[in-house]
């Protein structure tokens, strides 16, 4: 294997998908960088997941459409982003009737709600949700910036239906209805 070392970052730039040094700062990169947490998180909540096998296999796919939002964003050249599938209103759509299934198996909460519900994936699902929305702050404000390379913003609509729908996946997997916050904290 070739050595992981290659000192590239060690001036606080970074490369992107299609081979320009930016700023590790840079708003796309705080964008990159934060969808690749959340990633890493609802692989997390995948393995959490494996005796849902349904509910898994929504949870990869969710995955693997972060991971071309990803390669989307790394992407600074538009004239690159030819060969990707970029998400665009058909993945939010998917989602949609995800929250759809999931919103008609919980009861809605009378009060906000404490993170946890009883249940690791529960759990896992409610820090899910959490950077998920921290993803989609740092994408709105790349978009500010810069723009989407292709015009859509259906990219950042995934964000928030993904929050959305981590959080009804949390209520869902709650072993414990006593989630509700009190009004007297």
């Excluded at 708003?27 to 609802?42: I, K, N, Q």
């Amino acid at each position: 294997m070739t050595s992981v070392i290659t000192g590239r970052g060690d001036r606080g730039l970074s490369d992107t998908r299609d081979h320009q040094r930016i700023p590790k700062f840079d708003p796309r990169m705080e964008a990159v960088g934060s969808v690749d947490e959340l990633s890493c998180f609802v692989g997390s909540l995948r393995v959490l997941l494996q005796d849902r096998p349904e509910t898994a296999a929504q949870v990869l796919e969710l995955q693997r459409d972060l991971y071309r939002l990803n390669a989307e964003l790394a992407t600074v050249d538009p004239s690159r982003l030819g060969n990707l599938r970029l998400l665009g209103p058909g993945d939010v759509k998917k989602l949609e009737r995800w929250i759809t299934t999931l919103e008609s198996t919980v009861e809605p909460p009378a009060a906000f709600v404490l993170p946890g519900g009883g249940d690791p994936a529960s759990a896992a699902a409610d820090v899910c949700r959490a950077v998920c929305r921290r993803a989609e702050r740092s994408m709105t404000l790349f978009f500010a910036r810069s723009g989407s390379a292709d015009g859509d913003t259906s990219a950042l609509v995934y964000l928030n239906r993904c929050s959305d729908y981590f959080f009804l996946l949390a209520l869902s997997l709650a072993t414990t209805r006593d989630y509700a916050a009190r009004n007297d904290l």
